[in-house]
């Protein structure tokens, strides 16, 4: 059974950082391709953070709206996708999802809020 459980959200004040970590189950963690992507009230659900490993070597790729600010990690040991977030801001609250896809499939974690407000 593939499971994918977020941890780490919260509320934070702006210019705060969170750590946000997705613990993987199910499937071989270390040939998927993972991802982070949030939904704020209202609007479309977007891709913030994506990481994968082609050939050993690991490929990252960002939001324009988050680059600089955030970085995605893994540890494939742990079977564990991480989504490392500084200088936060009011416009980063969404709730924040956890993605793998391997293969021709595809995961989703429950999600993990985190409000960004002082």
């Known amino acids: 059974q593939v499971q994918l459980v977020e941890s780490g959200g919260g509320l934070v004040q702006p210019g705060g950082s969170l750590r946000l970590s997705c613990a993987a189950s199910?499937?071989?963690?270390?040939?998927?391709?993972m991802s982070w992507y949030r939904q704020a009230p209202g609007k479309e659900r977007e891709l913030v953070a994506a990481?994968?490993?082609?050939?050993?070597?690991?490929?990252?790729n960002y939001a324009d709206s988050v680059k600089g600010r955030f970085t995605i990690s893994r540890d494939n040991a742990k079977n564990t996708v991480y989504l490392e977030m500084n200088s936060l801001k009011p416009e980063d609250t969404a709730v924040y999802y956890c993605?793998?896809?391997?293969?021709?499939?595809?995961?989703w974690g429950q999600g993990t809020q985190v409000t960004v407000s002082s």
């Open positions: 993605r793998a896809d391997r293969l021709l499939y595809r995961y």
């Open positions: 199910g499937f071989t963690f270390s040939t998927a391709a």
């Open positions: 990481i994968s490993s082609v050939g050993g070597r690991i490929n990252t």
